[in-house]
T-cell receptor, first 114, second 113 residues
Framework: DGGITQSPKYLFRKEGQNVTLSCEQN?????MYWYRQDPGQGLRLIYY???????QKGDIAEGYSVSREKKESFPLTVTSAQKNPTAFYLC?????????????FGSGTQLSVL | AQSVTQLDSQVPVFEEAPVELRCNYS??????LFWYVQYPNQGLQLLLK??????LVKGINGFEAEFNKSQTSFHLRKPSVHISDTAEYFC???????????FGSGTKLNVKP
């Protein structure tokens, strides 16, 4: 079955440590997105990529980095510069212009600080 | 840029009662509108979407929403809710190029027996 796989489901970060969240899709979607979810604040866009080897900052990109070396993969690194990383992180993908415009979501990664 | 406002952070309702979850958006361009549902510790699932055509959109699980351009609203309704509808609901908007999706802050629907 096609879908989006996020791993790990739970992740813990120590002070000063960088951590990487994995997102893989086998839907052959061109666009991929990373959102951060905090209680009561909805989803906020961190980074998005509409094509391989290209990505743009979203509304809260500071302290995060991404890469898009392959169409199916869009990993997110939470760097030590992100001082408040505890949140639920959601990866999504879409295939605009194909008559089924919507976001497909992974099941999320809960990141906590030790 | 677009933005979405969900004024109700929580909506308590008794089982089998009707419910309306409110969503208002702002945009200087034509938009597409969506409602997503999120169950605890899971990703979001699409309930319904408005792209064009009829302003009354029917989705899964008996939900429907009406696009009102003059009031810039896209309220979600269900005539009779079930315990299993307890979840958080998000309204979202994107422009016609699908460059970005903007989400509201969410409404937690709590269905009581």
């Amino acid at each position: 079955d096609g879908g989006i796989t996020q791993s790990p489901k739970y992740l813990f970060r120590k002070e000063g440590q960088n951590v990487t969240l994995s997102c893989e899709q086998n839907l052959n979607h061109d666009a991929m997105y990373w959102y951060r979810q905090d209680p009561g604040q909805g989803l906020r866009l961190i980074y998005y990529s509409q094509i391989v080897n290209d990505f743009q900052k979203g509304d809260i990109a500071e302290g995060y980095s991404v890469s898009r070396e392959k169409k199916e993969s869009f990993p997110l690194t939470v760097t030590s510069a992100q001082k408040n990383p505890t949140a639920f992180y959601l990866c999504a993908s879409s295939l605009p212009g194909q008559g089924d415009e919507k976001l497909f979501f992974g099941s999320g990664t809960q990141l906590s600080v030790l | 840029a677009q933005s979405v406002t969900q004024l109700d952070s929580q909506v308590p309702v008794f089982e089998e009662a009707p419910v309306e979850l409110r969503c208002n958006y702002s945009s200087s361009v034509s938009v597409y509108l969506f409602w997503y549902v999120q169950y605890p510790n899971q990703g979001l699932q699409l309930l319904l979407k408005y792209l064009s055509g009829s302003t009354l959109v029917k989705g899964i699980n008996g939900f429907e929403a009406e696009f009102n351009k003059s009031q810039t609203s896209f309220h979600l309704r269900k005539p009779s809710v079930h315990i299993s509808d307890t979840a958080e609901y998000f309204c979202a908007v994107t422009d016609r190029n699908f460059n970005k999706f903007y989400f509201g802050s969410g409404t937690k629907l709590n269905v009581k027996p």
